[in-house]
């Protein structure tokens, strides 16, 4: 037995009222009235008062009625004792489907614990995957077979997931199902979310109204938060090389309020370790380390750093990409590859220097002898060629879509070697505009434009090796795509992208020179790029930078992105805002991307998230909810008890007396 | 109809309760005195007068004067001539107003009691050519109307009109209104007297002294000799306001004897003083008091009568 609303039971005070009614309205003696006392004087007599109750079978109806009305209000319910209770209890596991979940090993985790779930449970289960939009997997009356299917077949999406949306489509399915089932509304339910608990994944916005008698409960996937070996409180910063690119420098900053001592700096190349470094930092400082290092000849090495031996991952931006010490090598395939085309789209390329080191064979792309690929005709692209790998390890390549068909061509050839996931989305594919007949051209002049600006050193103007570095816009719909893969880039272009746009619009073309040099000088490491003029950068320091904001008067703002932050680069994650303001090529990004938001996000902080949603959605009184929400009869009980009341006070004050009632007065002390 | 009622209705009298729902005094008064006369033998005041009445055996010490020697021709035996006595005095009913005597336990209050029966002396007297007013006091002359012989319906107007109010003080109100009576005549007082005797005394004073005669009627009603209620209480003096606490049971103890007591001593003193005072309650039938009166007053007479 429990109460929903225990602090209501201090309306049970109210009950002085009707007492003090009792006590107070009580007949009084209103005094006989006789001609003369003169011959009673002489037996005048000692009276006591006495302050018996009035009709104390009425009062004892009233203050059982007001305590059960009290009662009522509290919101009495009956739990079921141990494992009754907890088998009736529905639940709901959600499972995070957002991009960040394809890093590492975070979706099989993310399974695992949630099959774990699903299974050691006998009560009513049902299953929501989170991303962008949630999405019922399974409702609460599948079996337990369809739930592990369900989740076996459930895949990330390249979408931002928001959890807050989807613990309140959790709540709101609890509730269903209780009116469905008969339970009690106020039956306590379980929330269970699985997920990598990245800080953009929690809107708080969406959590303005959680049902208090909900419990939520979160199992933490992947990244830091997981492995317990790092410190909460030390991070690193960012990498960079120096000038000379033979000195890497690592920057560790100690957020927390505690020094942190005697911890240990890993820094791999490749698979190998490079060094090990111990340090000390003060609470809030930043400590930068440096280590030597030397740039292979022919290939590209890429730099690891972490703050624990086992920390290394792919999936956060601990890592640098070593260039060699030679040439950048562009490799082509399709038709491009072949004839002269190549000549006039990339041969004014000068900054840096790119050669064109000819057809991209599986051994060029295996041996890291490639530091960008173009790909013209997909239909000549080879599936050998592990283009997943070559762009993890910090290659570009550079693919021409002129179909849907190609798109999915792109897909194949880059999933040969089962590393790129679900990229690019389905979705996405629908949206290209695609005019095979200036394809080509067209192509071409991107690709000069882009050669011109230092397309070999990638179109990647992020640091982030999970976010998209553009989204070109084109009668509204994505026309082009650059998305980081591991370290590297993969540019798709629609054929009817740049080249009609910049006919379009010739005023873009400045802007989209000043955008890829603000990428490309943060990727060389100089702050100093000649666009700045028309930039307003909130940090001064590069590597933090950079989602970008296109309007017609130039590029705008360059929002400071938190290494967690994954937005790729599908329609309605980034979404133009005021649209019939906004014209169609114009770069925008979600205003509820924050950057107070843009931070890790720990469970200590989820779980004050989630319970200041709570505690906002709950009343003063502690309870679990609005007694309006949840008892709308009540407030007609409270308005006919206060009449009831009134009444009975008027008719007190009416009749205060009864000549009968005169021994309840008096007492005779004989 | 309890046994009390059976045997006033045989003698003719009603009910004080029953004449109280009667508004006119007028007709209560001839009611009640209708009801006297039927339960006494016409007689007149005997006395002095030009009015032949009866003859007489004659007793010495009788005026010889008034032998009938007309009738001692014929007979033999001495016979005394009478005549009816002609009155033409002054008759004032003075009605003790006070709150008490709003007080009822029987039907009647005391002050309807006291009214109708001021009202019956008022029919008296005009039946006898006798002048006849009233005044209503309480600690003063509330109203007051001097006699005159013939009555019109203002007198019976005030007597209606009457309200039980304010508190008692015969000696301030008698005084005042010994001012206003300039030739003597017969006072009826009608009063609850809650006074002590020598009080009552003292306020008929300046009455006696210009030679009024009085005749005061004490009137109780039958719950001020004993409380008709049990249950103890607070109990409120009608016209001081003085609440004070009260077991009936243990009052009643007492009680009858205090009024017992209070009655002696006013008939005492009051009678020592030639005042006519009589004592009743309000469920004593008014004809049947009347007629005590009557005949006590014409005892009275007789007693006095020359001889």
Redesign the interface.
């Known amino acids: 037995m429990g109460l929903a609303f225990p602090a209501l039971l201090l309306a049970a005070l109210a009950v002085a009222v009707p007492v003090w009614v009792h006590l107070a309205f009580r007949p009084h003696?209103?005094?006989?009235?006789?001609?003369?006392?003169?011959?009673?004087?002489?037996?005048?007599?000692?009276?006591r008062r006495n302050r018996q109750l009035r009709d104390r079978a009425l009062l004892i109806w009233r203050v059982l009625l007001l305590l059960l009305l009290v009662a009522a209000f509290a919101g009495p319910f009956v739990e079921l004792s141990g494992s009754d209770s907890a088998a009736r209890a529905p639940a709901v596991v959600i499972i995070d489907q957002s991009a960040s979940m394809t890093v590492g090993d975070r979706w099989s985790e993310a399974v695992a614990s949630a099959r774990s779930l699903l299974r050691a449970t006998d009560r009513q289960v049902a299953l929501l995957g989170a991303a962008h939009q949630t999405v019922e997997l399974t409702p609460f009356g599948a079996s337990r077979s369809e739930r592990l299917a369900a989740l076996a077949s459930a895949e990330p999406r390249m979408e931002r997931s928001d959890l807050g949306a989807a613990i309140q489509h959790a709540a709101a399915w609890l509730a269903r199902h209780a009116r469905e089932q008969q339970l009690p509304a106020n039956m306590p339910g379980q929330v269970t979310v699985v997920t990598d608990l990245q800080a953009s994944a929690l809107s708080q916005a969406s959590l303005r109204a959680l049902p208090g008698h909900i419990q939520i409960d979160v199992e933490v996937v992947g990244g830091p938060v997981r492995s317990g070996t790092r410190q909460p409180n030390l991070g690193i910063e960012s990498m960079r090389m120096r000038g000379d690119s033979t000195t890497l420098e690592v920057t560790v900053r100690n957020t927390d309020s505690r020094d942190a001592s005697d911890r240990e700096l890993f820094i791999q190349a490749g698979d190998h370790p490079l060094a090990q470094q111990s340090l000390s930092v003060s609470a809030g400082a930043s400590r930068v380390v440096t280590v030597p290092v030397t740039r292979a000849p022919d290939r590209a090495v890429v730099l690891r750093a972490a703050l624990a031996p086992d920390d290394f991952s792919y999936d956060d931006t601990n890592a640098l990409v070593l260039a060699p010490a030679r040439t950048r090598q562009l490799g082509l395939l399709g038709a491009g590859a072949l004839g002269s085309v190549h000549q006039s789209a990339f041969g004014s390329i000068q900054k840096p220097p790119l050669s064109v080191a000819g057809e991209a064979t599986p051994d060029r792309v295996r041996n890291r002898q490639l530091d960008l690929i173009y790909i013209e005709d997909l239909q000549d692209a080879r599936t050998d060629l592990a283009l997943g790998e070559f762009v993890d390890s910090g290659g570009v390549v550079i693919a021409l879509v002129d179909s849907a068909a190609d798109f999915a061509r792109l897909r194949r050839t880059l999933d040969s070697d089962g590393e790129t996931g679900a990229w690019p989305p389905a979705t996405a594919v629908d949206a290209l505009r695609i005019d095979p007949d200036s394809a080509l051209p067209q192509l071409h002049e991107a690709a000069r434009i882009l050669g011109s600006l230092g397309a070999s050193h990638g179109l990647g103007f992020t640091t982030d090796a999970e976010r998209p570095a553009l989204l070109y816009w084109n009668d509204g719909r994505a026309a082009a795509f650059v998305r980081s893969q591991g370290q590297g880039r993969i540019v798709v272009l629609g054929l009817s992208s740049v080249r009609g746009v910049l006919a379009r619009r010739p005023e873009l073309a400045p802007i989209l020179q000043a955008l890829l040099r603000v990428a490309l000088d943060e990727e060389a490491g100089r702050p100093n790029y000649t666009a700045g003029e028309i930039v307003e950068r909130p940090s001064s320091n590069p590597t933090d930078a950079d989602l970008v904001l296109l309007t017609p008067g130039g590029v705008q703002r360059v929002v400071r992105a938190g290494r967690d932050l994954v937005a790729p680069a599908v329609p309605g994650v980034y979404t133009v805002t005021g649209a019939e303001q906004v014209e169609p090529w114009q770069f925008a990004v979600r205003p509820d991307i924050r950057e107070s938001q843009l931070e890790p996000l720990t469970r200590p902080a989820f779980e004050k998230l989630v319970d200041a949603a709570a505690e906002s959605s709950r009343p003063a009184n502690g309870g679990a909810a609005a007694p309006r929400d949840r008892y709308p009869w009540a407030w007609w009980l409270v308005f006919l008890a206060t009449v009831a009341a009134l009444a009975e006070l008027l008719s007190a004050l009416r009749c205060p007396s009864a000549a009968t009632e005169?021994?309840n007065?008096?007492?005779?002390d004989? | 109809m309890s046994g009390t009622q059976r045997r006033n209705a045989a003698a003719g009298l009603v009910e004080p309760a029953v004449l109280a729902q009667v508004d006119r005094l007028e007709l209560v008064a001839r009611q009640v005195v209708a009801g006297m006369m039927s339960g006494m033998h016409r007689s007149s005041t005997v006395g002095a007068s030009t009015e032949f009445a009866e003859h007489r055996m004659y007793t010495p010490g009788d005026d010889i004067r008034r032998i009938d020697w007309r009738v001692y021709g014929r007979t033999d035996r001495l016979f005394v001539k009478t005549f009816q006595a002609e009155t033409n005095m002054d008759v004032m009913a003075i009605v003790d107003c006070s709150?008490?005597?709003?007080?009822e336990t029987g039907g009647v209050t005391?002050l309807r009691y006291a009214l109708m029966l001021a009202a019956c002396f008022g029919h008296l007297a005009d039946a006898q050519r006798d002048r006849f007013g009233a005044a209503l006091v309480n600690e003063q002359v509330v109203s007051l109307r001097r006699p005159r012989a013939v009555q019109d319906e203002g007198l019976m107007r005030m007597l209606e009109s009457a309200q039980a109010n304010g508190s008692t003080n015969l000696g301030l109100a008698l005084e005042a209104l010994t001012d206003q009576l300039k030739r003597r005549a017969l006072i009826v007082l009608v009063s609850?007297l809650?006074m002590p005797p020598q009080d009552a005394v003292s306020a008929i004073a300046p009455l006696l002294e210009r030679g009024h005669e009085l005749s005061i009627f004490h009137i109780l009603?039958p719950g001020?000799q004993e409380?008709d209620?049990a249950?103890?209480?607070?109990?409120?003096?009608?016209?001081?306001g003085?609440?004070?606490?009260?077991?009936p049971v243990?009052?009643n103890r007492?009680?009858r004897t205090?009024?017992e007591q209070?009655i002696r001593g006013l008939e005492q003193a009051l009678t020592a003083r030639r005042v006519d005072y009589s004592f009743g309650d309000t469920a004593v039938p008014l004809a049947e008091r009347l007629r005590h009166y009557v005949a006590r007053r014409r005892r009275a007479q007789v007693k006095q009568a020359p001889r």
């Open positions: 003696a209103a005094g006989r009235i006789l001609p003369s006392l003169m011959f009673l004087k002489a037996v005048e007599l000692k009276v005169m021994r007065e008096v007492q005779v004989a | 709150a008490s005597m709003g007080f005391k609850d809650y009603d001020e409380l209620f249950e103890a209480g607070i109990v409120e003096d009608s016209e001081t003085v609440r004070i606490p009260l077991d243990a009052a007492m009680l205090r009024v209070h």
